[in-house]
């Protein structure tokens, strides 16, 4: 059949008004008839239209509250027929049903009236049932019948009708094609919901997400990999995807991925005093507090200004000018923080290829949202890794119990460990860290070289010692064996705090004890593979 359908008639109901009268005038005047349900046959109405009611096409008031109107074969019948089968033909022409050539459906708003705090009840009563049914109708029927789900798409039918009278195939596929991505989105947030509903069943049998294209990226991460961003369905999402960029070029699969690493982890110390995170290949390199960002920027480049050229920061403060100026002292990728005044923004707008990104919000930690990896042939969930550890909670193992300080110092290695890849080591000192070792085959490795990074620091800065002299040090799992922990010795940590739970403790805790050092058990564990 021919390509072009000129429309007759065109069936309307809409939950989002929004350019509803408009739509409505531009189908009246290409004489197209107008038949609508309840809220928007008064609208249309109300702009001045002609409207015929469906209960009219079915001879059935609506009825049960609206829950029965268009669930009808008038409707479907119109809405499914296949009109160049002259059998499909033969029962309309018995039944005299006639063709629907558009429909005009978006659906009740299920994931704002669950977002709104709404009761059971109304969140059971904005399930929308009729809708999707003529939705999907309309959109399998797409070699005949144009389907509109979105207000944004009105002007692609309004353009059509003013340029040929009618709509392409082309536009009818691109339009079936969202309104079944449209379909599923919407039973994926019920399903989710009822999920959500039983606390006992974290993991449903199934479990479907959906998710909405924000971009394409230029590339992932190589440049022979495709990449995109998309974000969820989720109304309260707060992330890099909401974040506004004030300035630079467009940000990379690595970008994102890196600045979401370090947004992460300086959302860790979002009620705490001025925090800077330096991130380099998703792993931190540098984390510092300070009275003044602009102090904590530099406590955190001292730890490893070599790794930070070119690295992601983020900030748990609006930037201010001096902290700006600072940072643009070395090249740097991104900037993620919850604001900037003027002096900062003017700082960073001479650096025209650095991307600053002011998220609305920094996220929180203890949220416990699933996260999810895909594998070969399947998909991998987990809760994120949001627990905490309190000094309540740490058990002193050796005879020497830390001090005050140390206890501190322990707390911040802790804090940032998690947010290394595993096998972590992170050496910190008075709110500082003084050396990282990241993502190494065994333990000891990681610990000589986040020692090996502080020599460098001490030596680039013309500090006398390290700052892992008198540091505590992290490690993000136990030490399987005591050489990882007298690596963390030599290197001049004097506490130590780790999850304990191998069968050599025994050995690992004789050998801090002859060492000198106090170190805790958390009895929790921070693998980040």
């Known amino acids: 059949m021919d390509s072009m359908i000129k429309p007759r008639r065109a069936l309307l109901s809409v939950s989002d008004k929004s350019g509803l009268a408009e739509l409505g005038c531009a189908l009246a005047a290409a004489g197209v008839e107008l038949v609508s ?39 479907h019948g119109g809405l499914l027929a296949v009109r160049d089968n002259p059998g499909h033909a033969a029962a309309m022409e018995q039944h005299g049903i006639a063709g629907i050539d558009i429909l005009v459906v978006n659906l009740y708003p299920f994931a704002q009236t669950v977002a709104s705090g709404a009761d059971r009840d109304t969140i059971i ?27 944004a798409d009105y002007a692609l039918l309004k353009a059509q009708l003013d340029e040929n009278g009618g709509t392409q195939m082309e536009l009818r ?3 079936a094609a969202k309104a079944f991505a449209a379909t599923a989105a919407y039973d994926a947030a019920i399903s989710q919901w009822f999920a959500d509903e039983d606390a006992q069943q974290p993991f449903a049998q199934r479990r479907v997400v959906a998710s909405r294209l924000v971009k394409t990226l230029r590339y992932g991460e190589n440049p022979h990999q495709r990449a995109a961003l998309y974000i969820c369905d989720a109304v309260d999402a707060k992330g890099l995807p909401q974040a506004e960029q004030v300035q630079g070029k467009a940000l990379s699969y690595n970008n994102y991925n890196d600045a979401d690493a370090a947004l992460q982890l300086v959302a860790q110390f979002r009620d705490g005093p001025p925090a800077v995170v330096i991130v380099k290949h998703a792993n931190p390199c540098g984390v510092a507090v300070a009275d003044t960002l602009a102090q904590a920027w530099d406590r955190a480049l001292a730890c490893d200004n070599v790794s930070a050229f070119g690295g992601i920061v983020a900030v748990n403060r609006p930037l201010d000018g001096e902290t700006a100026e600072r940072i643009c002292g070395i090249f740097t990728e991104v900037v993620v923080a919850p604001g900037a005044d003027a002096q900062a923004r003017a700082a960073f707008a001479a650096k025209k290829n650095l991307r600053l990104l002011i998220v609305p919000e920094l996220p929180d930690p203890h949220h416990r949202n699933l996260v999810q990896t895909p594998i070969t042939g399947g998909l991998l969930l987990q809760d994120r890794d949001s627990a905490q550890v309190a000094p309540a909670d740490l058990r002193v193992v050796t005879s020497r119990h830390p001090t005050e300080a140390e206890m501190r110092d322990c707390l911040f290695a802790w804090t940032v460990a998690r947010h290394v890849k595993s096998n972590a080591i992170v050496y910190a000192k008075d709110g500082q860290t003084a050396g990282i070792g990241a993502g190494q085959m065994n333990r000891r490795d990681s610990a000589r070289i986040a020692a090996i990074k502080a020599v460098e620091a001490a030596a680039a800065h013309g500090w006398e010692v390290p700052l892992t002299h008198g540091s505590a040090v992290a490690s993000d799992a136990f030490f399987p064996f005591s050489d990882g922990l007298l690596a963390a010795a030599e290197a001049g940590a004097t506490a130590v705090i ?3 739970g191998s069968i050599r ?24 593979h």
């Open 37 to 75: 349900t309840g809220g928007t046959a008064a609208a249309l109405r109300a702009a001045g239209l002609k409207v015929t009611d469906v209960a009219q096409i079915t001879g059935f008031p609506e009825m049960m509250d609206g829950r029965v109107k268009t669930l009808h074969p008038m409707v």
């Open 125 to 151: 009563e904005n399930i929308d049932i009729g809708g999707p049914a003529m939705v999907r109708s309309a959109a399998k029927n797409h070699r005949h019948v144009v389907v509109l789900t979105d207000p």
């Open 173 to 175: 596929k691109q339009l």
């Open 498 to 500: 780790q999850p304990g």
């Open 505 to 528: 403790d025994d050995e690992v805790i004789q050998a801090a004890n002859e060492a000198g050092l106090a170190m805790v058990f958390t009895g929790m564990r921070h693998f980040r």
